[in-house]
């Protein structure tokens, strides 16, 4: 073994744990579901329904009220509450199981005399750690022997590797070159370091320690749920006290003519007035009040996270989703969201200036030649057993660009030994091999400002050398791929012998130049269009120089369409007042060199005008801003920190999974607006026929049972219906909604109002018509009690079904209520068993639900009376497009 220490004993280490603590870091502690339920209760939805079941229990004691009244208004709460509340914890602790598989890291430790695997928790001060290529530095501490070149990106944002070294006997251990610090990630080298903190007290745990007082903030959905409650619960007890008053109106001044003729009557009639008008109160409260909103949320939710994640998009926290439909502005990292993440070769350019972007479109000669030579002038060990995957160790970012570049050329065919070896440094720029054996050639390749010089040929098409004569048109190529934020490199090759002097070959010949960044990705520039046609403004951070940064942005398409784009430093941004930010920030596009201060600062002064905004980040420095941000979208390659702080894990780190998320966000806000549509107009013709119900001679035209069935079960189903709607691409040609725009909007109002009027007026119609009283009397004598049985069963079933028919008016804006009817399979799957759930109950209602069978001839006559909603809706419609215009036609451009 190349390094050996004692390492702590195991009563050593239980005796540093006292100390000093264990490794393990404080995470956010997740609310216990009995906490979510209590938080739940205090909805003021849920307070006002609780209000409700109080009073039908102290009637149903008394003997006012049924039994199963109470029990109805019971199950509304626990429906309304409890499934949503176990929806929240179930997805809360899948997350938390995620991220404790997630820390059951191994750690290579010294231990009792010899190297044995701990758990990276059970690491104690003083322990001495291996670590070898690709392993994560598991806490801080001091690097005790061997060398490491570390990747510290996701404490610091710096891409290149910083390189460490053994601290020398005498040295500051202070020295940052001495130090590594937990969720650093080893690229080369193999060291051993000594643990000097642990668990909260490393640089991380005081990061994660921050974020845990971090304030939540309210989503945008949130803060207009909470007003709308406000609303609902507001107009439920006014008009529970409203209804009351009303109804002992109509019996004390219109039926008796006065206070003094009630009063004199028996004291049981009373009595019976006032449960009855107090029965109405409740009924109000429990039709205003949505009980089928949360679960459905919950739902619809829980369905859109599922499609999310077949398309890499895991959602930490539920309401993220739709958080996401509402952003105004993200703040995107560059690496690995917009890039590939890795440097790779985009161009190679020939002696003459000829550009080629593909290895196949090199001709074969030149191609086969610069194959031979990047694959024996590198210090890399390679192994090629696999073509398809080829293994390179001890490769920096720019030889593994250029080796992934030759891959077919990388399985060393023909015998070739290496005579000497010039490695290359920042001094000299360039590095050579000569090599002996099916060819003889010393190889060389650096910096072309320094190759260039001593080339006298490059090689044509063909592979034959031509005298280069001039480089201007070889330098304006290079010149555009520099402007393009590439970098270069030029590979020459030489039958001069490498000489003591290690100096840069003389009478070289150029083979070719190679332009290598970190391209885009594929998706790139058309998701960045995506999201801006959204209205969504994308601001590119990034830790590059400015020049680069710049030609990046140019690429992806941010700087397009506003001549007066803004790309400020982060030194530039620290001059700026937070006032002078605010009034630049719609014109900003990049901010380059830039530092995870920068990004929180940002994100605050976007808050602060109101907008909603959005965060990316993979490392730790970038856990405050994307736990700030209204919606945190964290990389699946990111820190476990990072994923935490996070509403949205991106797994595939790809900027076109960004606007996955903002389409399904605005695909659930449009779901639960219809749903509301629905729902609301429900809840309005019912209370309507409750309350005008009682001045043409009908006390209970709808029971209690029958609203809490209409509410809970039918409404809940529908909910889920409106759950599978589609995500249309239209929806991302809108403009994100303000925070403060309402949950319900004037279209919607109307929709609600005209429809839920009609279908009261039309209900008072149906229970004070003699025609349709003689039509559903069933063959009973008119004024019986099996008559008036079958004619409040059939008002129920109108009702009932009305308002399933006008499901297919609110999924829709437009006049063809047919447009992606299938692609909602749950839509087309459930309102049909709607029906027929309502056909069995209200056959087989009987007391509970005061219903009797209808016959085949009812039910048609139900049902066409019920249909006639549909060509209501539509005239609306009509009339809302003429004098209004179409609001359907005016999501798209």
């Keep these: 073994m190349k390094f050996a220490y004692p390492g702590l004993t195991d009563q050593e280490a239980e005796a540093s744990r006292a100390q000093y603590g264990s490794n393990a870091v404080a995470s956010q502690e997740s609310e216990t579901f009995w906490d979510k339920l209590l938080g739940n209760l205090k909805d003021p939805i849920i307070i006002i329904l609780i209000v409700a079941l109080l009073i039908t229990l102290a009637l149903t004691i008394f003997g006012y009220a049924k039994w199963y009244e109470s029990v109805g208004i019971a199950f509304a709460v626990v429906i309304a509450t409890f499934v949503a509340t176990w929806s929240e914890h179930s997805n809360e602790q899948s997350f938390q199981k995620l991220l404790e598989e997630a820390s059951l890291i191994l750690v290579k430790a010294f231990r009792n005399g010899h190297l044995t695997e701990i758990s990276i928790n059970e690491l104690v001060v003083g322990d001495y750690i291996l670590l070898q290529p690709g392993d994560t530095v598991p806490t801080d501490g001091l690097l005790i022997a061997g060398h490491a070149e570390v990747d510290e990106a996701a404490l610091t944002g710096e891409s290149e590797p910083v390189k460490k070294t053994a601290l020398p006997e005498g040295a500051d251990p202070a020295t940052e070159d001495y130090r590594l610090f937990r969720a650093g990630l080893l690229v080369d080298g193999e060291c051993v370091m000594q643990a000097s903190a642990v668990g909260d007290q490393?640089?991380?745990?005081?990061?994660?320690?921050?974020?845990?007082?971090?304030?939540?903030?309210?989503?945008?959905?949130?803060?207009?749920?909470?007003?709308?409650?406000?609303?609902?619960?507001?107009?439920?007890?006014?008009?529970?006290?409203?209804?009351?008053?009303?109804?002992?109106?109509?019996?004390?001044?219109?039926?008796?003519?006065?206070?003094?003729?009630?009063?004199?009557?028996?004291?049981?009639?009373?009595?019976?007035?006032?449960?009855?008008?107090?029965?109405?109160?409740?009924?109000?409260?429990?039709?205003?009040?949505?009980?089928?909103?949360?679960?459905?949320?919950?739902?619809?939710l829980a369905i859109n996270m599922k499609k999310l994640l077949s398309v890499k998009v895991l959602v930490r926290k539920l309401l993220g989703i739709e958080t996401a439909g509402s952003l105004n502005i993200l703040f995107t990292d560059k690496t690995g969201t917009l890039t590939q993440g890795r440097l790779s070769v985009s161009s190679f350019l020939t002696g003459t200036g000829a550009r080629y972007e593909k290895l196949e479109a090199i001709p074969a000669t030149l191609r086969d030649t610069a194959g031979f030579a990047l694959r024996n002038n590198t210090s890399a060990v390679i192994d090629a057993s696999d073509p398809k995957d080829p293994k390179m160790v001890g490769a920096d970012r720019t030889e593994q660009a250029l080796l992934r570049f030759v891959t077919p050329y990388l399985a060393q065919t023909g015998a070739m030994d290496i005579v000497d070896v010039i490695p290359f440094n920042s001094t000299r720029k360039f590095s050579a091999t000569q090599v002996t054996g099916d060819r003889s050639l010393t190889l060389v390749k650096g910096a072309p400002e320094v190759i260039l010089q001593n080339c006298v040929r490059y090689l044509d098409a063909d592979g034959n050398p031509i005298n280069l004569n001039n480089h201007d048109v070889l330098q304006t190529a290079m010149n555009e791929l520099s402007s393009r934020?590439?970098?270069?490199?030029?590979?020459?090759?030489?039958?001069?012998?490498?000489?003591d002097s290690k100096k840069l070959p003389t009478n070289l010949t150029l083979?070719?130049?190679?332009?290598?960044?970190?391209?885009?990705?594929?998706?790139?520039?058309?998701?960045?269009?995506?999201?801006?046609?959204?209205?969504?403004?994308?601001?590119?951070?990034?830790?590059?120089?400015?020049?680069?940064?710049?030609?990046?942005?140019?690429?992806?398409?941010?700087?397009?369409?506003?001549?007066?784009?803004?790309?400020?430093?982060?030194?530039?941004?620290?001059?700026?007042?937070?006032?002078?930010?605010?009034?630049?920030?719609?014109?900003?596009?990049?901010?380059?060199?830039?530092?995870?201060?920068?990004?929180?600062?940002?994100?605050?002064?976007?808050?602060?005008?109101?907008?909603?905004?959005?965060?990316?980040?993979?490392?730790?420095?970038?856990?405050?801003?994307?736990?700030?941000?209204?919606?945190?979208?964290?990389?699946?390659?990111?820190?476990?920190?990072?994923?935490?702080?996070?509403?949205?894990?991106?797994?595939?780190d790809n900027f076109s999974s960004l606007t996955k998320a903002v389409l399904y966000g605005r695909t659930l806000f449009k779901s639960i607006r219809k749903f509301l549509i629905f729902q609301l107009t429900v809840n309005v013709s019912a209370i309507l026929v409750v309350f005008l119900g009682q001045f043409f001679g009908f006390d209970l035209p709808l029971t209690m049972t029958q609203l809490l069935w209409l509410n809970i079960i039918m409404d809940t189903l529908a909910g889920l219906a409106f759950a599978g709607e589609s995500a249309l691409q239209r929806y991302m040609l809108e403009k994100p909604l303000?925070?403060?725009?309402?949950?319900?909007?004037?279209?919607?109002?109307?929709?609600?109002?005209?429809?839920?009027?009609?279908?009261?007026?039309?209900?008072?119609?149906?229970?004070?018509?003699?025609?349709?009283?003689?039509?559903?009397?069933?063959?009973?004598?008119?004024?019986?009690?099996?008559?008036?049985?079958?004619?409040?069963?059939?008002?129920?079933?109108?009702?009932?079904?009305?308002?399933?028919?006008?499901?297919?008016?609110?999924?829709?804006?437009?006049?063809?209520l047919l447009e992606y009817l299938l692609d909602n399979r749950l839509f087309s799957i459930i309102i049909p068993s709607i029906m027929a759930i309502q056909v069995f109950f209200i056959t087989f209602g009987g007391e509970v639900l005061r219903t009797v069978g209808l016959s085949i001839f009812e039910w048609t006559a139900v049902l066409l009376m019920a249909i006639v909603i549909i060509p209501v809706d539509l005239l609306r419609k009509m009339a809302r497009n003429k004098w209004f215009g179409n609001p359907v036609q005016q999501q798209t451009p």
């Excluded at 006014?238 to 109509?250: C, L, P, Y």
């Excluded at 934020?485 to 000489?499: E, K, N, V, W």
């Excluded at 976007?606 to 801003?625: F, H, S, Y």
């Design 202 to 300: 490393t640089r991380y745990g005081q990061t994660m320690k921050e974020l845990l007082s971090a304030e939540d903030r309210l989503s945008p959905l949130q803060h207009k749920l909470s007003v709308l409650g406000g609303h609902i619960s507001t107009f439920g007890y006014i008009g529970a006290t409203f209804i009351f008053a009303a109804f002992m109106f109509n019996n004390i001044f219109l039926k008796a003519a006065g206070f003094a003729a009630y009063w004199a009557q028996p004291s049981g009639g009373i009595i019976h007035d006032f449960v009855t008008a107090a029965i109405l109160a409740i009924i109000v409260v429990v039709v205003a009040v949505p009980e089928g909103l949360p679960m459905m949320i919950a739902m619809v």
């Design 485 to 499: 934020a590439m970098r270069l490199l030029a590979i020459a090759l030489t039958d001069t012998p490498i000489d």
């Design 511 to 652: 083979v070719g130049v190679f332009g290598m960044r970190d391209e885009l990705r594929e998706t790139s520039y058309a998701s960045v269009k995506i999201a801006k046609n959204a209205g969504i403004h994308v601001v590119m951070i990034t830790g590059d120089a400015k020049e680069t940064a710049q030609a990046i942005a140019k690429d992806v398409g941010l700087l397009e369409d506003d001549p007066q784009a803004i790309i400020l430093t982060s030194a530039e941004l620290a001059q700026l007042s937070d006032e002078d930010v605010k009034q630049k920030l719609p014109h900003l596009y990049v901010v380059a060199r830039a530092f995870p201060t920068d990004k929180s600062r940002l994100v605050k002064l976007a808050k602060e005008l109101g907008l909603v905004a959005g965060m990316t980040g993979d490392g730790v420095n970038d856990a405050p801003a994307v736990k700030n941000a209204d919606v945190g979208f964290a990389m699946g390659s990111g820190t476990e920190m990072t994923k935490e702080s996070g509403d949205i894990v991106i797994l595939d």
């Design 738 to 816: 303000r925070r403060d725009e309402p949950l319900i909007n004037a279209d919607m109002w109307s929709s609600i109002l005209i429809n839920g009027v009609f279908i009261a007026l039309i209900s008072i119609l149906f229970l004070t018509s003699d025609l349709i009283r003689e039509l559903f009397s069933g063959g009973h004598e008119l004024g019986s009690k099996a008559a008036q049985d079958k004619f409040l069963t059939a008002f129920f079933a109108f009702f009932v079904f009305i308002q399933v028919f006008n499901t297919f008016n609110a999924r829709t804006q437009g006049l063809n």
